[in-house]
């Protein structure tokens, strides 16, 4: 049983993560409105009846708008911090609201999610790791730092959402306050093009297969620009940019490691890769 994932819409005006098997789905925040979850879900084939739940990084509105509407529609279980939901000033019903802890996993169906504690100024911040018969698919956004967390969870995914949030240059010469660059640049704010490609280089595993650039800032980055980078250091990893304004492809991350990939030129990536779109 392998993987499919896609991102839903990631940048600081949404973000909304799926992962999945043949059976199950979770998605991982829910920072668009429920409408467009269920039209960018459709478009791509995929079923709402497959999700299940939805795991929460932190409050920011970016992460959790869309979330009572979308769990009280399809009654989902929402795994959420007692402080993050605190913070996020929702009234959930009850019965649906799930706890977690760090470095527990919660299993659902064949899908095991695992939370680990990251730098980022909300109250109580987390990514995750999705595991699915050993294939592995982390989420690391909003994060201030790659701490050695990050760092040893990267090196463990076959598939990784990544935030590159912003070049530096156009952080320094862009309008932005000083104080909100000192924010993002923080220990507790986002990650730039450059820390972001400093992990891949460093910390990727040889059987990393698809890397999607995440939660990229619309006045300080380009996605352009940041494809061509990493690009440059792919080494047959595919890069893909997630989009601010509507869904990526569905991605198979069947964990067959990328040897064809780098080894294999007659195998064609449709053989290996493939979108339901
Ligand atoms: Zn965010
Ligand atoms: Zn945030």
Not at 18 to 46: F, H, P, Q, T, W
Not at 216 to 234: G, Q
């Amino acid at each position: 049983m392998s993987l499919y994932i896609t991102s839903l819409n990631s940048g600081s005006n949404g973000n909304c993560y799926y992962i999945g098997n043949e059976k199950e789905a979770i998605l991982v925040d829910a920072g668009i409105s429920c409408s467009e979850i269920e039209k960018r879900m459709k478009r791509l084939g995929l079923n709402m009846q497959k999700v299940k739940a939805i795991f929460v990084s932190h409050e920011h509105t970016d992460h959790i708008k869309g979330i009572p509407t979308l769990a009280k529609k399809y009654q989902l279980s929402i795994y959420i911090t007692t402080a993050t939901l605190f913070h996020s000033g929702f009234v959930l019903d009850k019965k649906l609201v799930m706890p977690f802890s760090a470095n527990e996993p919660i299993v659902i169906g064949n899908l095991a999610i695992k939370a680990f504690p990251k730098l980022h100024d909300a109250s109580d911040p987390y990514s995750f790791i999705i595991t699915c018969n050993e294939i592995k698919v982390g989420i690391f956004t909003d994060i201030g730092a790659p701490c050695k967390h990050v760092i040893n969870h990267f090196k463990e995914c076959h598939a990784a959402f990544l935030e590159a949030n912003y070049d530096d240059k156009m952080l320094d010469s862009g309008n932005y306050p000083s104080y909100l660059k000192r924010r993002i640049r923080g220990e507790k704010g986002h990650l730039s093009n450059n820390q972001a490609l400093e992990l891949f280089k460093t910390s990727r595993p040889g059987f990393m297969s698809h890397l999607l650039l995440s939660h990229l800032s619309k006045n300080n980055n380009c996605p352009d620009l940041v494809k061509a980078l990493f690009n440059e250091h792919a080494d047959g990893v595919k890069i893909i940019v997630a989009s601010r304004s509507e869904e990526t492809a569905v991605f198979h991350i069947y964990g067959g490691d990328n040897f064809n990939l780098k080894h294999n030129k007659q195998v064609s990536f449709s053989q290996l890769s493939f979108s339901f779109a």
